[in-house]
């Protein structure tokens, strides 16, 4: 089992930053692919980036291309968002998730059945 919390959440003004962070534990970090997730009130769940084991591939969704960067440390059992020139439409529940998937490639990163274990996700809030 893999516990995963998330952290950096917050207020910001329109144009902002924030950083949100996970940690994980209770399993080994580098067996699992890691994504990013949002859900904002009466939506859906939508994927937002996704990052392989190592590190070496990501992908995102088209809204968030250019203004958000997913990464990894790997040491630290960490994965990361940095989320630059927010926007309202950013504002959500973002949350963490890790899947096991042998091999990750675009259609496994946005889909949420491909994560097994999800963090109780963090509100980010963009002011106009």
């Known amino acids: 089992q893999v516990q995963l919390v998330e952290s950096g959440g917050g207020l910001v003004q329109a144009g902002g930053s924030l950083r949100l962070s996970c940690t994980a534990s209770g399993r080994t970090f580098t067996d699992y692919h890691m994504g990013w997730f949002r859900q904002a009130p009466g939506k859906e769940r939508e994927f937002v980036e996704a990052?392989?084991?190592?590190?070496?591939?990501?992908y995102y969704a088209d809204s968030v291309k250019g203004r958000f960067t997913i990464s990894r440390d790997n040491a630290k059992n960490t994965v990361y968002l940095q989320m630059n020139s927010l926007k309202p439409e950013d504002t959500a529940v973002y949350c963490c998730?890790?899947?096991?998937?042998?091999?990750?490639?675009?259609?496994?990163?946005?889909?949420?059945?491909?994560?097994?274990?999800w963090g109780q996700g963090t509100q980010v809030t963009v002011s106009s």
């Open positions: 990052i392989s084991r190592s590190g070496g591939s990501t």
């Open positions: 998730a890790a899947g096991s998937s042998v091999r990750l490639n675009s259609r496994v990163a946005v889909n949420l059945r491909s994560y097994e274990h």
